[in-house]
């Protein structure tokens, strides 16, 4: 199975960029589509991005579409997500996840494997 560790959080203040990593490990990397989830305080986790095995096809969720690039380097076996224009409401801690089955996916029971998660904080 495939272990994966996130890094790159902060505190930053509105308008600011920051890219979160997510290192993998333990398994072929490329056996895996990859998302980005966050989740709020009291909220669910809600889907941010995902993108296919070879990086050639990737969706967002509407809230972050035009701010946020998802990508992956499978020699670096590394998830990134690259966010600007932040804003108070991207706050959350930002998880990533990998998902064996052949089919890109924005649901949260579709993963198999989850880091524990990097806090992103934005300020007004």
């Known amino acids: 199975q495939v272990h994966l560790v996130e890094s790159g959080g902060g505190l930053v203040q509105a308008g600011a960029s920051l890219r979160l990593s997510c290192a993998a490990s333990g398994d072929t990397f490329t056996k895996y589509r990859m998302g980005w989830f966050r989740q709020a305080p009291g909220q669910e986790r809600e889907f941010v991005a995902t993108?296919?095995?070879?990086?050639?096809?990737?969706f967002y969720a509407e809230s972050v579409e035009g701010r946020f690039t998802i990508s992956r380097d499978n020699v670096k076996n590394t998830l990134y997500l690259q966010m600007n224009s932040l804003k108070p409401d991207d706050t959350a801690i930002y998880y990533c996840?990998?998902?064996?089955?052949?089919?890109?996916?924005?649901?949260?029971?579709?993963?198999?494997?989850w880091g524990q998660g990097t806090q992103v904080t934005v300020s007004s």
């Open positions: 996840a990998a998902r064996v089955a052949p089919a890109l996916s924005g649901t949260t029971p579709d993963y198999d494997y």
């Open positions: 993108i296919s095995v070879g990086g050639g096809r990737t």
